[in-house]
């Protein structure tokens, strides 16, 4: 149960108090509610998803909302909350009033039947006190223009078509990004209308000087197995032109496919250096490429997870090995997950976790089980910082079974 300060209470934000709910958000991030954005764009937080602190004078002084995602894990998909909109007040800070809203996030998240939650963390020391482990790294590029490419079969094969991007392909673009992601931990599809909508929006206001955006297709005839939105911006230098592209998202089917659109996106005239998305750690380009040193690499956290349902989140996912082991698990903030947990995974990688009275082999917080969660980092590496105990040998049986052979990513802010 969340507990808040003397006259505050946690209330659901009807659709009629939605402008409110984004003003609260846009105070405590420096914003503002651009009137061309809301036009142009649904707001993406459902309207039952809308929660917030209300104050004694009736004003709502802190908010949050998430996203109904079905969040790929190892093996298949889990009922995921995606937390997002969270945002205090600055005149409202430090009384308790984000414990309150994540124990409420928590407490609904579960009752819908959501085992797992997921955030992108605009301040990464806010949100591990609160159980979720930083679970993925995504990286971006930025190349000269000509980067040469090793050679792919078939690429040259493949037709090119560009033209401006618009809603007419909001459903290609959404099409293109959950198949291209297929297998991969981590990578959202988009569940809602509005969150569809973004895919394809191009507000004046986020162009930042770039063009509007274009869409280039990579197609087998009538059948298309890649697409990146991209925008050029003028630049000119002592020895000519000197245009930045910047690519807003690119998704390729097969290596073919991958290989002729970064062909193109890297050989635009007029430019010299492209901006890339947030790729995997091991997307397809970082092998492409012949000469793996780009200008500038900037590698961040990505995706977290919190575990909110042990059992279900672990019995949701599959592994990579049979694995035997006892975890010894401390949640201070959902005590039904504290506590030894006996994982016995078969040799069809599914998994049971039952309770036990057994010695535990491992212990850890559900902060590092959600790191662990999507298979992208290691209980071995975590015990080396001293965040994971146990024996070597049932730390490398766990590291075994959690890994996944592609490293999670988001490819987009939710």
């Not at 503002?32 to 809308?50: C, T």
């Not at 969040?71 to 984000?98: E, F, H, I, K, N």
């Not at 997870?305 to 949701?316: E, I, K, S």
């Not at 890994?403 to 999670?408: E, I, R, V």
């Amino acid at each position: 149960m969340s507990t808040l300060p003397h006259g505050y209470r946690t209330v659901v934000v009807p659709p009629e108090r939605r402008d409110e709910f984004r003003a609260v958000d846009d105070l405590a991030f420096a914003g503002w509610v651009d009137p061309e954005i809301a036009e142009i764009l649904p707001f993406p937080v459902p309207d039952d998803r809308m929660v917030a602190v209300e104050g004694p004078d009736g004003r709502l002084t802190a908010v949050h909302g998430s996203y109904p995602f079905e969040m790929p894990v190892p093996g298949g998909t889990v009922a995921c909350s995606g937390l997002t909109w969270v945002g205090v007040r600055p005149d409202q800070r430090r009384r308790g009033l984000l414990r309150s809203m994540i124990t409420t996030h928590v407490e609904r998240s579960l009752d819908r039947g959501e085992p797992v939650s997921a955030l992108f963390a605009a301040e990464a020391a806010i949100y591990g006190r609160f159980g979720y482990g930083s679970a993925s790294d995504s990286v971006n590029l930025t190349l000269r223009r000509g980067a040469a490419l090793r050679p792919v079969a078939g690429a040259d094969a493949l037709e090119v078509r560009l033209e401006r991007l618009g809603k007419e392909h909001e459903d290609l673009a959404e099409d293109l990004h959950r198949r291209a992601g297929a297998g991969r931990p981590g990578w959202m599809p988009r569940p809602t209308a509005a969150l569809r909508a973004r895919l394809v929006g191009d507000p004046p206001a986020w162009r930042q000087g770039f063009e509007p955006l274009l869409l280039v297709t990579v197609r087998d005839g009538d059948d298309v197995r890649a697409a990146a939105a991209f925008s050029r911006k003028e630049g000119w230098g002592e020895g000519g032109p000197e245009y930045k592209v910047k690519v807003r998202w690119a998704f390729a089917l097969d290596p073919a496919a991958t290989h002729r659109l970064w062909s193109f996106l890297l050989d635009l005239d007029l430019t010299s250096t492209v901006e890339t998305p947030m790729l995997p750690v091991d997307d397809a380009l970082l092998h492409l490429l012949v000469d793996p040193r780009p200008i500038q690499r900037r590698t961040g956290d990505n995706v977290w997870v919190r575990v909110l349902d042990l059992p279900a989140a672990l019995q949701g996912r599959r592994y990579a090995a049979p694995l035997d082991v006892v975890l010894d698990v401390t949640d201070a903030l959902v005590p039904a997950n504290a506590g030894r947990w006996r994982v016995a995974v078969g040799a069809d990688g599914a998994a049971t976790v039952t309770r036990t009275d057994a010695e535990a082999d491992v212990r850890l917080d559900v902060r590092e089980l959600g790191a662990l969660y999507l298979g992208g980092r290691s209980a071995t590496a975590l015990a080396s910082a001293g965040l994971v105990t146990g024996a070597p040998d049932a730390l490398a049986r766990v590291t075994a079974a959690f890994t996944s052979p592609l490293a999670p990513v988001c490819p987009w802010v939710f």
